[in-house]
């Protein structure tokens, strides 16, 4: 970020005027002396260079691996400098909520764009931005569906855990029940879920890829839930939409997920872009939260971008909002525009295959030993392995060679995620440790 640039004695001297004081002390004179003059039990000032060293020595405590194999929700791809050089640009780091749209021509520009580009990753005509993440947008979506008559939301077992609780903290404080729907295999059984939705079913959440990194068989289960008068809300990696079926060619009235894979680094705690995307549903549409940047024209007949639908939020609403969502994801919204638009459709399905196919590698490779798939069906970029001894101790072995190795999920399971900055060697040294073990 550029140096702040202060303002300057003659600014100073005509702001002081302005307020009718002298010096900044005067400003606060309302203040008792003895409050003002009371010493803070902090410790002293320390220059640049002080804080910048213990900053370092910190940072040092960390640990960085020379290779990710990690992934349940939180994945490690290449961003290109490009990406990081401008989203890091003090001007974009200043931005703020763009309520007057006469001064925020470029923030909500930005805001469009990945709009554009999500529906068209997603199929959708309609996506909003400033959701938290992933699990958040779910649960979002979750309570967009409900009706008076429909308060109950069903959840099949195989999505992100931490998802599940979100969903359930959402909702069950709003006195509207989850219920979590048993998979089979790691995959949802369609006669399951026919007799698991009933009339007061409001919609259905999945996910696919799921958590295991099985690709279910959407179709189906969307027109299951539909037929049963349910809405279908589809979770997905949006990586993987570069070279699957978009969730509308699917049938799902609701897309959601999390856009943290185009260009934002993982981190402990975030940060990360939720998103949801919605078919040309009128009634959806109005009960979208977060913001929606919408294109029109001013007064001179030129191009122009405005905040779209604004009675629905909650600064307005009040009380009556149905979503109490405030925080502004604009930074996170313009770093994955950029990654999207540095990438390119061709570079997107570049990244998306080189996942899938290192994925599959690693797959055959780590089982030509004791450890074995768990699940037999189709997977974008992760997989589960039964091992032949402790997850604990493949993960040990992998932390000597710089390796992150995959979540252990069981007392020898292990869930692993292969993205394109995994290198052919580096599978090749887990499939040894596999092999021994």
Known sequence: ??????????????????????????????????????????????????????????????????CIMRGAGAYDHYIPSIVKYLSQRSEFLTAYTPYQAELSQGIL??????QTM??????MDVCNASVYDGSSAAAEAAFMCIERSKRTVLVSDNVKPCTIEVIRTYLERRNITVKVLPTNNGLISIDELGKAITED?????????NYFGLIEDCENVCGTIKQHGARAIMGCNPMSLA????????????????????????????????????????????????????????????????????????DIRREKALSNICSNEAHCVLTAAM??????????????????SLAHYAAEEFTKGK?????????????????????????????????????????NE???????????????????IMRRA
């Open 339 to 356: 990654y999207l638009t540095a990438m390119g459709k061709q570079g997107l399905r570049e990244v998306a295959t080189a996942c899938t």
């Open 1 to 66: 970020m550029a140096n702040y640039l202060s303002s300057t004695e003659k600014e100073d001297k005509e702001m002081l005027q302005a307020v009718g004081v002298e010096r900044f002390s005067d400003l606060y004179q309302d203040i008792p002396f003895e409050l003002r003059n009371k010493p803070l039990n902090i410790p002293n000032g320390k220059s640049l260079q002080e804080v910048s060293d213990e900053m370092q020595a910190l940072a040092d405590k960390n640990v960085n691996y020379a």
């Open 201 to 209: 079913t409001a919609c259905v959440y999945f996910e696919s890829p």
């Open 109 to 114: 520009q930005s805001i469009f764009e990945f």
């Open 243 to 314: 070279i699957l079926r978009t969730p509308r060619d699917y049938g799902a009235d609701i897309a959601v997920g999390d856009a943290q894979p185009f260009g934002m680094p993982i981190s402990f705690g975030g940060p990360y872009l939720g998103y949801i995307a919605i078919a040309n549903d009128k009634e959806l549409i109005r009960r979208i939260p977060g913001r929606v940047v919408g294109e029109t024209t001013d007064k001179d007949g030129k191009r122009a971008y405005v905040l779209t639908l604004r009675a629905r939020e909650q």
């Open 118 to 123: 999500m529906c068209s990753l997603t199929g």
């Open 414 to 432: 292990i869930l692993w995620c292969m993205t394109e900055k995994v290198r052919k060697e580096d599978i090749d040294k887990v499939a040894e």
């Open 371 to 411: 450890a074995t798939l768990k699940y037999s069906g189709e997977y974008f970029n992760e997989f589960v392995t039964v091992c032949g001894t402790k997850a604990e101790k493949i993960v040990e072995k992998c932390e000597k060679l710089g390796i992150l190795a995959g979540l252990p999920i069981g007392k």
